[in-house]
């Protein structure tokens, strides 16, 4: 089934516009001018993607970007943006979002974005989704073959497709260090420079869900001007196998 695209923007001319491209472009497409509307077609049908415009009349967009995260962490989301503010962008990526694309746009860069992002959100086609097998650090269990992550009291942890390619990249090399733009080929799929803040993005959301401290992080550590490096002790590595 071709990949379906929920665009979320209160200009008229521009959800048409996207619509008609991106329908030619094979792909499922529905719109929604503001927040409720979206809720409605994300209750109707699944949705792959969201391109989702910051500015929407009555609710905010990094809001939206947050709820549709919490509920639907498998959903990729692409903010519209015309603010010029970096600052927005990067709170945009810490509240969910995977990547932006900046007001006036071309469409071949929204496809771009679009297909680059289908294949992070897609575990068929991800590096990571032919490992199976379990690993264990300090309590924490990462199942890939299920693709769960339980916590040290048993409980799940909901991983958005992205936070979990990005702990199994890490954890599977643990103690080594891994440079930004191999954790980007792995997290948002080939054929496009992601935005390195994205990873950034990524980490300061998975630090918040795994770490016991997030500013003073123990498993997932900086290093500077290069990436970043799984510290904990992990079990298990010798054991997952690619089938």
Known sequence: MNPHVLIVDDDLRIRQ???????????????????????DALSKDPVDIVLLDLVLPGEDGLALAHEIRQSNPSIGIIMLTGRNDMVDRVIGLEMGADDYVAKPFHLREVLAR?????????PASNETSTQSGIVEFEGWSLDFGRRRLTAPDGKEVVLTSGEFNLLTALATNAQHVLHRDRLMGITKGRGLSAFERTIDAQVVRLRKKIEPDPKHPAFIKSVRGVGYVFAAEVKGRDKFSDS
Request: glycine share 6%; no cysteine.
């Open 114 to 122: 679009i297909r680059s992002l289908v294949r992070r959100v897609t």
């Open 17 to 39: 516009m996207l619509s008609r491209y991106l329908l030619e472009e094979g792909f499922h497409v529905s719109a929604a001018e503001n927040g409720q509307a979206l809720r």
